[in-house]
């Protein structure tokens, strides 16, 4: 799929590079044209006319005309140093500023009045191809000359507001290496720009653009290719250092100079021009990867490089350049794409980077301000858990204080001959409790520490019940304490029969210590498909609204109940025991009505029932 997207994205490179072509060099003959033997009086007063040179040089140019145009001037663009003779006589020259167009007045010299014919003879002592001339009246060739210096004002400062652009992104995160090539590109282009201008250089400058202007085009090829390769390049390490060194590229430069001694002009434009292909190949890779804002460098980089085919294309003679060609040309307007679409792509990076930062921000923001709670909250945990320690510690002292305070007044007594059989009772019911409240404490201790080992089995839950409540039937005569058992039979859980005893025992004997005599115990159970609810319900007084949240808390007594013999851990026992279970334990509570203790645990499915369903 990979090699299948490299393919078609080449082809769509490729595609727009001849469709820019076409069209620029369509565009390019709709503007008219002068062939030796036109008529010119009448056609030479609203446009500008390139002339067709057909043949070696010398060229001879004869435009038959009934009269003499007044300010007829011949507008020469050259695309090299070359030495042009117009007549006979030299054009003046400067090989530091040879791009820049020169006009010369077409005077009656050049009119022939007898045979009513312009004859201008050219000489070209290199390539006529480098030279492009244009014929009109003056006024029409110097608004073309402002034009030209407008397109190339105007193209120096949006170089330059790039350039600073790129500056100061360079300044700001120097890390980022092809924002360095780019701003390298920036002034290449520039220089070359400057060069071509009506800019009043120093002489010093002239000459140092003299000696360079030789090596632009080739430096801007693989600088663009370069920056290509940083941009979209998967890893721009080493290697890409190592290739475009600054070494390695002005050897480049030198070789190619002196190549022209040995290779012909064709080759060597072939060889400038192959440098692109470099930087081509690193775009329609990145767009076959679909990486972001990809195609949109890919067809500017197309569009550059099928702006900068077209002189090639009119030096080789394959057509003639129009004006509006030739100060596109000068301008290095060809090259504008390529650089703006470059400079859209760091400022969307630097975009994307800064949106990521802010997002990371918030998201760290956000992490902060969840820190900050958890922090909090552990706080509050830690403190509520120490307040509960602390608490514990001095209820666990008191209760073990109290009895032992106990036993040894009575020890005290057995010692001094004095005991009788209240002194006994009293004794082991102390101990009695002593030994409850060190059973619970270790039992809530591994529970809480998931060492508590659970034997789970099928246990017939409505047997178990009863057992319980069996159990509690003497006791409750005792206190004058109606039980009511409301069981539903046939309800089987997967429970551990020892571990749910205890649980239930607890809360039957809570019940038991705070319903009063001729109170009632209700205990009802009931079972659907999926789960068994177990109520046990008392008459006795009833828990207040502030310690219902607190009633599962280790060692907590709501005030005023004064039970003596509870050890403060029952329920508390009771709810991690059903928790371990996977069910829940609920109370509701009404001062002076009574409490209601609600266990749900998950039931096992009939046998018949699943036998029936398994058919």
Not at 111 to 140: E, H, M, W
Not at 180 to 208: D, M
Not at 280 to 286: D, G, H, L, N
């Amino acid at each position: 799929m990979q090699k299948k997207n490299i393919v078609i994205t080449a082809a769509l490179w490729l595609s727009i590079v001849v469709c820019t072509c076409l069209i620029m060099i369509r565009l390019n003959n709709t503007f008219p044209a002068l062939h030796s033997g036109d008529q010119i009086d009448s056609r030479i007063t609203d446009t500008v006319y390139t002339l067709k040179l057909e043949g070696a040089s010398p060229v001879s140019l004869v435009f038959p005309s009934e009269t003499a145009v007044d300010d007829l001037t011949l507008l020469i663009v050259k695309s090299s140093p070359n030495q042009i003779t117009l007549n006979g006589a030299p054009v003046e020259n400067d090989s530091a500023s040879y791009r820049r167009p020169v006009a010369v007045a077409i005077t009656g010299q050049f009119y022939d009045p007898i045979q009513k014919v312009y004859r201008i003879t050219l000489a070209i002592d290199s390539l006529p191809s480098k030279v492009q001339f244009y014929l009109g009246l003056g006024n029409q060739l110097q608004k073309a000359i402002s034009a030209f210096d407008f397109l190339t004002t105007l193209s120096l400062g949006v170089l330059i507001g790039m350039l600073i652009n790129g500056l100061s992104l360079c300044l700001f995160k120097p890390s980022e290496h092809y924002i360095k090539v780019f701003c390298f590109y920036l002034l290449i282009l520039l220089i070359w720009t400057l060069g071509g201008s009506s800019l009043q250089l120093p002489a010093v400058l002239r000459s140092i653009y003299g000696s360079i202007s030789a090596y632009m085009y080739t430096l801007l090829m693989i600088s663009g290719s370069l920056l290509c390769l940083q941009i979209y390049a998967s890893d721009p390490g080493s290697w890409i250092r190592r290739l475009f060194h600054p070494v390695v590229i002005v050897g480049v430069c030198v070789l190619l100079d002196f190549s022209k001694f040995i290779l012909s002009n064709d080759v060597l434009e072939i060889m400038k021009f192959s440098f692109s292909l470099i930087g081509a190949a690193a775009v329609i890779a990145a767009a076959a990867r679909k990486e972001k804002l990809s195609f949109l460098l890919l067809a500017a980089y197309a569009v550059t490089e099928g702006l900068r085919l077209l002189p090639q294309l009119a030096d080789k003679g394959v057509f003639q350049e129009s004006l509006m060609m030739t100060r596109f040309r000068a301008a290095h307007i060809f090259d504008m794409p390529f650089a703006f679409l470059c400079l859209v792509l760091i400022n969307y990076r630097f975009a994307e980077a800064f949106k990521k930062s802010e997002k990371q921000a918030g998201l760290l923001e956000e992490m902060n301000q969840q820190l900050d709670q958890k922090v909090e909250q552990r706080t509050h945990e830690l403190i509520e858990a120490e307040t509960t320690r602390h608490n514990l510690m001095t209820n666990v002292f008191h209760d073990l204080r109290s009895p032992l305070f106990v036993l040894r007044g009575y020890f005290t007594i057995l010692k001094a001959g004095d005991g009788n059989e209240e002194t006994y009772s009293v004794i082991d019911d102390r101990l009695n409790y002593l030994t409850r409240l060190v059973e619970d404490l270790f039992l809530i201790a591994k529970l809480e520490d998931k060492k508590v080992l659970f034997n789970f089995t099928r246990v017939e839950f409505c047997s178990v019940v009863q057992e319980l409540v069996a159990s509690c039937a003497l006791e409750a005569r005792e206190k004058q304490i109606v039980l009511r058992p409301q069981l539903q039979p046939h309800v089987e859980c997967w429970a551990d029969p020892v571990r749910i005893r205890q649980a239930i025992s607890n809360l039957l004997q809570n019940a038991m210590v705070y319903t009063p005599p001729e109170g009632t115990i209700t205990v009802i159970l009931t079972a659907d498909t999926r789960v068994c609810v177990l109520k046990i319900a008392d008459t006795g007084k009833g828990i207040p609204p502030a310690d219902l949240d607190k009633i599962f808390t280790k060692y907590y007594r709501v005030q005023g109940n004064g039970n003596k013999k509870s050890t403060g851990l029952g329920l508390s026992i009771a709810q991690e025991i059903i928790v371990q279970h996977h069910g829940e334990i609920t109370v509701e509570s009404q001062l002076g009505q009574g409490s209601v203790f609600t266990i749900r645990l998950p039931v096992l499915p009939d046998q018949s029932e699943t036998a029936r369903l398994s058919e």
